[in-house]
């Protein structure tokens, strides 16, 4: 048993409340556990320069975390003026798995940006920051078919995150602070409702891995994910019917 | 009658939640109207650099504005790589204020940081964040004084904010995002519990104002503000008894 | 008596050169006592993107202190490649005040950007600046208006500032460096010809103070505003009689 | 057949000349066919701020390319003063992967800096640093050994990286640009002498991927990796003979 | 005849007041012409982290000009959040020409900086600083010395600096704005009292120039400086007498 | 005899390899001695905003360490956050030697990018770059005189840079950073094929010097440069034969 009670291969309580924000095309609140993440989608008409003149639109991520939402105090990004890596590389990431199941051509001229401020942090920021900001995502299209505005419905599937990692012999899902500050292998995966895999990015810093943890791995962050994805379809309801109704 | 229903004097429904943030050693969600602000404090037991030596502590403030709590989103300060005036000016204020009701002395070496996120912006940003941000204040001094650290109590008295402006010929309290961006003359008006002014900060850009409108304005604030003394008194409860009780 | 020999309602000697710039469009030389500022006004055919399209003009303003205004060397904003909150906040406070006595539609697709330089500093820098400043762009629409500029005059009227606080029990008129830095309560006000307010800044974070001690100081500002408008009508002379004639 | 006439299975000629720099204390001039980059080991006796006290040495990377490493030119970081996104993923990935076999204990109380800058560009420039800073870290750790310095050696053992992608139905080793810009799913992966996978990186932006897929790419990578450390142990010769002889 | 009425090897009209500032340890205002710029000379009793432990000072220098000292009004540096090259350029020029002429033993570890504000530009306001700044720093080593703080007086010689340039084929002292833009070959000369070159730096960005053109321009910044040097002598009088007594 | 051997108005070592890059229009690896300096020419058919509409072309040069191009470490530029003054001056001149051999109009509205990346430093690094990146500079425009563009062929002449230096009372050609540490007067000469001067910058911050040292300061430069021009015709052979052609 972990220190949260939980079994190795069980997610923490996930909670997703809709439209939090009155001014956002699509918003979200999700916690996985003590993990808060407000998601916002803002629709704009226009497309970043390099995607100008080719009838397609764009999915942009932005990520941050609230100086408190950690256990110690940290410094503000504006506060220092630029950026971390680790932001960065978080909200790079955001953003491609958000496209992956995003028909940009279907979308037309107009970028959707999602972004994702951390309120609480407990382990698992990025991983629910997808998961959440796919829903808020999918609020802001569903918004926008409401005027008919797609012939071809440009959200082609689902979309989920967890983590999952090795703390002594044992795979454990969806890692809490506590869990993936003593994680020797910690691995996060995104992957579609069609179960398809569109990140895998696993890391053994404090120790190499086999192919058969490898394997342990994924099919824990697979069963994890389906429960994510089913969560999802239930909080969206009829808001998400026509997702992946157009054949790719 | 106001756009929203209310009377002249009429302040927007207030909400203070306690505790909203589980690493915070003091936190606060306040909302006036839909204005929404998380207030969290941190104490760290050391103080900046131009303090160093002097026994004395150091309250400070910061204020970030979620890229979409506005109607159209805002770039991030993190992103621009600098704060704008407008930031650096309101947690400016923000620490001031918070200042003139703390005795530096009596809270010993020691900084409590403010931090006000707004998550939802509707007007008053700036006076809702003083509001809430003294609250969260009040519950970290309470969380120290729990360990007998203080031999004077460090916080002299209860301390609000609320804004009022000019409309047309109406003096008007407490003024949402709509009324604010119509008003002729625009002030924050910062008081304690001993219905002292702390700042008093008044611009008629649109139309310079007379004394006569002047007193008006005060007069407004002064009442807006000791009803939100009043609700930071009731929900502090005990939390907020020793506020005030040493002698300066 | 205060230590420079002056009443307690008695400004410092106040002079006004103009010219001392050949190539900006207004240019003065202020002095407060030994705070000396140099005001250029200049004119450019074109407004900021935000302004674009609306037949307006706008008045903007930059304040910098030279590194050795002070008694202790200030680094450089530019070697520290950023602008201090408190730079931010004064220009902020310039522009707009000097925006609150100008006709922007009159004014026409231009902008007058005002640079506030501080040559030497001995209190009221910002005070100093706004009221030398006025001048500098009244200058500067002067000499727009020799071409028949202007159907209607797009100064609506006179602009002047200065700095009152409270030391001991006493209310003290236009502070200079060794009082600003004793004083318990710290207004800055500035007026109109008219006998307006354009903006009251007042803080306690010393110590919060009373309405009645509030309307003292507003009281003296007044007086020390008539008599640097006095100041103002004098030196411009002829340039600056067409300010205020057109009804607004 | 490939459109460099390569097989699927395949690297590119890959070129390891030592010491190529006579100020560094390892230096390694690697080539993955039309890719090359200069890998330099710098060593400090010091480490940064958050390991100082714990006895332990810590490993940094930096990337960078030069601007006509690429077709088209790119505008330096130092010119735009800031690192991108890109940069950073890159070196804290280099970073993290080659700490995996550096026994920092071992190390002592010492930075090593691996600073690779990419001199001409065609694909993979990430996986021929990771390769090529490995034989420089390993260059500079034998200098250091020759001293004594190490009862415990500090490199657990060998590491390189390759990149393996989807392009149609064909699984490709060793992507050159390219391809790598056709490819619909693209893996980085990097692992060790012992055949342990350090880190998997794979991204289906374009499509999303089979756990199939994911097996052939593993496969493919694992072979070329393999090959990869032939070469280096073939290059460090004598130099290399000490890696890997502690049990960890 | 030049548009401004002098000879080809006449300087302009040079005024040189000492301390027009009332905190810095020295100051000086002094115009060529229309170019005036406020040298300030600020001692602080510590070197810079570089240099410490040494028993040694340091000199250091800082340039700017203000944003309406031009014809067309520039950008504040502070507000680009970064010094152009011209002004690093010039300002490294000037600390490099004044250590040339002092002791830094003799100096002992303290740090003068001599801050150059261009207040009004009509070409060579670099050599006009440098001249300036060296009466700057004359005053605040003289005011040192009063406190017998020197055993050997730490400034070697007078120093100053002119610009020359060819316009057609004559050559021409100290050029004004209009000059300098229209001259092919564009030089810089610093010269001691004992005229001995302490930089020289000559440009023939329009055309290349021959030994006998540099041979001429030489000859003629010879002159100028020994002139102006003689006007420095002149306005220091007394103060500059232990100037260069010292045997070096 | 020299350190190294040389004499004192010897060379050491040039070696000019054609090509090194393959993606720019020019490149070239040069080494004197043991400083190496990969330069770049990228040919980009528009021009920076100041020089629009004018019909001609411009010439730009970026400089650049790698950050072990020296003995000890130096921090990234990019990671400073922005470019220090020695590199700017060092690229200013690099621009504006190459352009006082250009023919600007015959150039046409195109810009031609000089990127001077040092691998290895050893002294001379700005003169070793300036006579690289005029090989790079005659590659590309001969690369762009194959498709018949230029009428007038742009480049007027060849162009090399050497340094000069005094250390005790000799005068040294072609300083090693060894000895260029140590020199009391430093100086940089920039020539033509017709032995005309482009640029010469000397300076004794260390010492003074006198006329005569700096006649033969020149002397020895001038013949140094002249054998680099040598060199230069040598590797160019047929791509260089139109140099200069053009009478100017």
Known sequence: MRTDGRQTAELRPVS???????????SVLIAFGD????????????VPPFMKGQGKGWINAEYSMLPRATQVRNQRESAKGKLTGRTMEIQRLIGRALRSVVDLQALGERTITLDCDVLQADGGTRTTSITGAFVALALAVHKLDRGNTFAKYPITDFLASVSVGVIGERTLLDLNYDEDSKAKVD?????????KFVEVQGTGEEAPFSRDEFNELLASAEAGIASLIEKQREVLGELGSRIGTASV
Chains 1, 2, 3, 4, 5, 6 share one sequence.
Do not use: S
């Open 16 to 26: 997703i409340t809709l439209h939090p924000n009155k001014h956002a095309e699509g």
């Open 35 to 46: 993990t808060q993440v407000l998601c916002t989608a803002t629709v704009e008409e226009r």
């Open 187 to 195: 691995m996060n995966v995104v992957m579609t409702g069609a179960r």
